[in-house]
């Protein structure tokens, strides 16, 4: 986790409302991905970015949901506007690098009432 | 079929005995495979990784891949309460894509 910085931790908010996640991996790694974690479930690939560009957003609800890496470090995750069912954990991770394995961060855990 | 399926849990084993967690995933062509372990209230931290058929040791912690069978399993020997966490299995598919299994709940009983 040390190697990922997420904020905030923890956000409640109302449907329909907007909410910003924000991811920096303190050592620049390349490549850094968002995840969402449904309580029970295993983590689920959002958006996968190398440096600047995305790599794969198949998974993104891209009518409510976007995302940004600006100059290949800190990256943002928008929801607008949220819904009951995006209650989770969103996780970011960077990829080792000399290696496929993937280090999260500590994750906002998102409560939509 | 899911991608990534794990042992339905939770699994309790007695302080000092070998928790055993499987996986299975549906990718003949992946080649890369992970155990996770996440604390409640944490995010996931990885744990093992293998790449090769057979063993991999790291301690306590024993990672066995068949990959005819499309088998993956985490070995915890001499079980403490302190590994008691959730469990997920993580696979590489082709395309690249790290897909997760729902987890296993892992509880050590003193």
């Known amino acids: 986790e040390a190697g990922v910085a997420q904020s905030p931790r923890y956000k409640i908010i109302e449907k329909r409302q907007s909410v910003a996640f924000w991811c920096n991996p303190i050592?620049?790694?390349?490549?850094l991905y968002w995840y969402q974690q449904i309580l029970g479930q295993g983590p689920k690939l959002l958006i996968q970015?190398?440096?600047?560009?995305?790599?794969?957003d198949s998974q993104l609800p891209k009518d409510r949901f976007s995302a940004e890496r600006l100059k290949g470090v800190d990256s943002t995750l928008k929801i607008q506007p949220a819904k009951l069912e995006d209650s989770a954990v969103y996780l970011c991770?960077?990829?080792?690098?000399?290696?496929?394995?993937?280090?999260f961060g500590p994750g906002t855990r998102l409560t939509v009432t | 079929q899911k991608e990534v399926e794990q042992n339905s849990g939770p699994l309790s084993v007695p302080e000092g005995a070998i928790a055993s967690l499987n996986c299975t995933y549906s990718?003949?062509?992946?080649?890369?495979f992970f155990w996770y372990r996440q604390y409640s209230g944490k995010s996931p931290e990885l744990i093992m990784s293998?790449?090769?058929?057979g063993d991999k040791e790291d301690g306590r912690f024993t990672a066995q891949l068949n990959k005819a069978s499309q088998y993956v399993s985490l070995l915890i020997r001499d079980s403490q309460p302190s590994d008691s966490a959730t469990y997920l299995c993580?696979?590489?598919?082709?395309?690249?894509?790290?897909?997760f299994g729902q987890g296993t709940e892992l509880s050590v009983k003193p």
């Open positions: 970015f190398q440096n600047n560009g995305v790599v794969d």
């Open positions: 050592s620049g790694h390349a490549t």
């Open positions: 293998i790449y090769s058929n």
């Open positions: 991770a960077y990829q080792g690098r000399n290696s496929y394995e993937q280090y």
């Open positions: 993580a696979v590489i598919f082709q395309g690249g894509k790290l897909i």
């Open positions: 990718d003949r062509g992946s080649q890369s």
